[in-house]
């Protein structure tokens, strides 16, 4: 059921032709499946690649209101301006890398989980490409826009299509369309023609699979995701497949492993965190974040494989040996690739090494569960060699 | 077969009812992973839980269209839930139960009138 309030990606209807199950997500009325089903679907992607619709999230482009200086000062004002909502080094951004970041609140809890990009053009240093999460995109864009003031102009890019196409024939599909893409390196991106207009095709995702993100006008959306289907290799994939793909990933979901209490070195995301800013200070909770990376934090994030039973989901108890209460399920489910449950939780550091024996309680039953490495299923990224300098 | 609106099946022969959930439920919960059966010797009223089936995105409780006493329950659902999917009305069937009062079992649904049910879902 669909009311005055739901938005609509502009591939609705294309997802309706092909038979998509539509369900709520975001605010979006968004495909869950298609016909063939989310595990079909899930393991289509690991085999070959799986095109999803993911407009729902939050692009959008940040730019110096005036453009003073060289590239890289200009780089440098830009950064400077979003540096101090986010965890991450935004100014050491080369150009045409990506990187994953935090927004931080002044307890160092994360408000949401974002990539933030420096274009490679030199005309278009002074510039960042943003990509939020669908549910906090207002709240996201407004403390941006807030920060820079009038210093820059926040556009958002939510009217097109972001399409993401993952899997290990991902890149070849790709270069057939854009010739090209197959260089591009794990989280870097460009800029490509598609007539006078442009897409952004970032090497980047969220399955675990080597893949890309592409930034599609509205009006060429229709015909990029039709001519992305004509080939063999690729197949539409639901957002229940992208939950069990990224949870086989061991990739946090905002709203679910991550929320306003939980600090990144809780969430096990101390990568995303800029060791420079934060031994600088200057950073949004860098007392609690410093202490939580020299002394540990109280939770942590781990993986657990559900060793017998039935899947434990969000909300789940996670038992000591016994039966002490160390902390809930935040992302749980059946693993398709692996054929057997999984799930992601906070218990205390003591708890969390590798091998560990817990239990998940699911109705009222406590089922034995082991804690185990992320991600669940390898990373496979693309990470050219660097040349050697 | 009668159906109910939560939509299981249920087959009677004497006094013992063997059930299941409709070709519609099975569809709509998409790929099962795992099925949770009750022990037999169980005994249980209409509408309590009988069974869960877990997808790979949810869970689902599956309640007694009728009352009586479990006495046997599928292996074959539990070892191969994909057996739901494939089968639903057939030998992915869940549990068996000795009705307490066999003319609760007309109470529910021919099938027609289940076709017409989901009609208007």
Do not use: C
């Amino acid at each position: 059921m669909s009311d005055e309030t739901t938005k609509f990606t502009v591939l609705h209807a294309a997802h309706k032709a092909l038979g998509a199950r539509m369900t709520p997500f975001g605010g979006y009325d968004m495909p869950v499946q298609y016909e063939a089903g989310i595990l079909k679907e899930h393991l289509w992607t690991r085999a070959h690649a799986g095109a999803f619709d993911v407009s729902h999230m939050g692009p959008a482009f940040l730019d110096l209101s005036v453009q003073g200086g060289s590239p890289d000062e200009r780089h440098a004002a830009i950064a400077g301006l979003v540096e101090p909502l986010v965890s991450g080094d935004i100014a050491g951004l080369k150009p045409g890398q990506i990187r994953y970041t935090l927004l931080l609140n002044e307890d160092g809890g994360i408000i949401d989980d974002l990539m933030i990009g420096r274009p490679v053009d030199p005309e278009f240093q002074g510039r960042l490409y943003i990509v939020v999460n669908a549910g906090g995109k207002e709240v996201d864009f407004s403390l941006i826009g807030k920060a820079a003031g009038p210093a820059a102009r926040l556009d958002r890019a939510d009217d097109g299509a972001l399409i993401a196409l993952q899997g290990p024939e991902a890149a070849e599909v790709l270069a057939k369309i854009f010739p090209g893409v197959e260089r591009l390196g794990f989280m870097t991106y460009r800029r490509f023609p598609v007539g006078r207009r442009s897409v952004r095709v970032a090497r980047s995702g969220y399955t675990g699979e080597d893949g890309f993100e592409i930034l599609v006008p509205a009006q060429n959306a229709g015909d990029f995701w039709n001519r992305l289907l004509a080939d063999e290799r690729v197949r539409p994939i639901g957002l229940g497949a992208r939950d069990s793909l990224r949870l086989e990933a061991g990739l946090p979901l905002y709203g679910h492993d991550l929320d306003q209490t939980v600090s990144p070195i809780e969430a096990g995301l101390a990568f995303a965190v800029s060791k420079k800013r934060l031994k600088a200070g200057n950073m949004r909770g860098a007392a609690r974040i410093a202490k939580e990376l020299a002394k540990g934090p109280s939770r942590l994030r781990v993986g657990l494989k559900v060793l017998e039973g039935a899947p434990a989901r969000e909300g789940a108890r996670i038992l000591g040996p016994k039966g002490a209460n160390l902390g809930v399920v935040t992302s749980g489910g059946f693993a398709p690739s692996l054929g057997a449950p999984i799930a992601m939780g906070f218990v205390p550091p003591a708890r969390a090494k590798e091998g560990a024996r817990l239990a998940v309680e699911v109705r009222g039953r406590a089922q034995a569960a082991e804690v185990v490495a992320l991600p669940f299923v390898p990373h496979q990224y693309h990470r050219p060699a660097k040349p050697s300098a | 077969m009668r159906f109910s609106k939560d939509h299981e099946w249920v087959n009677l022969e004497g006094d013992v009812a063997t059930i299941g959930i409709t070709a519609y439920a099975a569809d709509q919960l998409g790929d099962v992973v795992f099925v949770e059966l009750p022990a037999a010797g169980k005994t249980v009223k209409t509408g309590d839980g009988l069974a869960v089936v877990e997808s790979v995105k949810a869970a689902s409780d599956v309640y007694a269209p009728v009352s009586g006493e479990v006495t046997e329950v599928n292996a074959a659902v539990s070892d191969n839930p994909e057996t739901v999917n494939d089968q639903p009305e057939g030998i992915g069937w869940f549990v068996k139960i000795k009705v307490a009062d066999p003319h609760e079992v007309e109470g529910l649904m021919d099938r027609a009138a289940y076709e017409a049910f989901l009609q208007t879902l």
